[in-house]
């Protein structure tokens, strides 16, 4: 059934990649469907913090890092009575559908409140980590990669000058793919990611042989999920007595104008699942796979993990 009014929110953590939303709102609009903005995420449902959007809603948008709805943690959403009072207040603004951007956390939030009252529920994959089963992109950790990058770049000019070793510690709390994605691309020594071991011992005597053969520098990138950067830092330069500085990047990743490829990837998917849920699916999940569109099954996405090319995991070690 085609429905008539749908609604459209960001949750869990922010991504850049507004785009999605911006792109929801315009494809609605485009064929005659009411579309709704739910402020701060699961919260703002709670809250019937819910507003109409038109086009100029999100005009000046698409250029912009973070989420124009804004997105909050609810502790009472993940309850049954809190879900089916987030769903009371969306049967008082007529809307029939909603679009959830977000992550693992967050669809899954989704997968409950459809399941539980049958409202049809499409989702977009918004976070930094990559870290959802069946795609290979998510809204957002382009952007986030092309940050740490930048970044490694700077400390590199700094490490050199002063013959340092650089320790920089990136997101990743469950999910290595931000930080063996920037290593690769900037270059690092080495790569620690949560879902590989590493021996700490062996690598400081690499790295202590490496500088008395004349090296001028080394970058170390952990993910957050590996260890504490600077409780790395201090292991790294007791064992190799070489100065070692850490850096901490925090939520910078989260931040910026999004990548060509984060606006226009968010904006496909955007349009995508407008029309999916105006035509009356539900349970999907899109996201691109190798370059091209898929849908994935909403339960699907959310009960199953994704690991860590391999592949990554083999080039880290052959380019360090």
């Known amino acids: 059934m085609i429905k008539k009014a749908i609604a459209v929110m960001t949750s869990g953590g922010d991504s850049p990649g507004i785009a999605a939303a911006r792109a929801v709102v315009r494809t609605a609009l485009s064929e005659g469907v009411s579309v709704y903005g739910i402020n701060n995420g ?23 890092g973070g989420t124009f709805l804004g997105t909050a943690r609810s502790m009472e959403f993940k309850t049954p009575e809190g879900r089916k009072k987030g769903f009371d207040n969306l049967m008082k603004h007529g809307i029939e559908g909603l679009v959830i951007i977000g992550g693992d956390g967050s669809l899954t939030g989704g997968s409950l409140l459809s399941k539980e009252t049958g409202i049809p529920i499409v989702g977009l994959p918004g976070t930094i980590d990559n870290d959802v089963w069946g795609m290979d992109y998510t809204i957002g950790c382009d952007t986030a990669a092309n940050t740490i990058v930048d970044a490694i770049n700077k400390l590199r000019d700094t490490a050199s000058a002063h013959r340092r070793i650089m320790v920089v510690e990136v997101m990743g709390r469950n999910s290595g793919w931000l ?31 490496m500088y008395d053969a004349g090296k001028r520098y080394s970058i170390i990138v952990i993910a957050e999920g590996a260890g504490s950067g600077v409780g790395l830092g201090k292991v790294v330069e007791e064992k190799t007595g070489i100065d070692t500085r850490v850096s901490v990047l925090g939520h910078i990743q989260r931040g910026g104008s999004p990548t060509v490829e984060d606006r226009m990837k968010a904006s496909m998917l955007g349009e ?25 099954n909403l339960f699907d996405a959310v009960n199953n993990k994704k690991t860590l090319d391999p592949e990554l995991v083999r080039l880290a070690r052959v380019l360090a």
Do not use: W
Not at 43 to 64: A, P
């Open 42 to 64: 699961y919260q703002g449902m709670l809250d019937d913090d819910i507003v109409e959007l038109d086009s100029r809603s999100v005009s000046d948008m698409i250029q912009r």
């Open 179 to 209: 930080a063996m994605m920037a290593g690769i691309a900037g270059g690092a020594e080495y790569v620690l990611v949560p879902e590989v071991k590493y021996d700490l011992d062996e690598m400081c005597h690499e790295l202590k042989a």
């Open 272 to 296: 995508k699942a407008a029309l999916a849920i105006i035509s009356g699916a539900t349970n999907l999940v899109f996201g691109f796979n190798e370059g091209k569109v898929v849908g994935v």
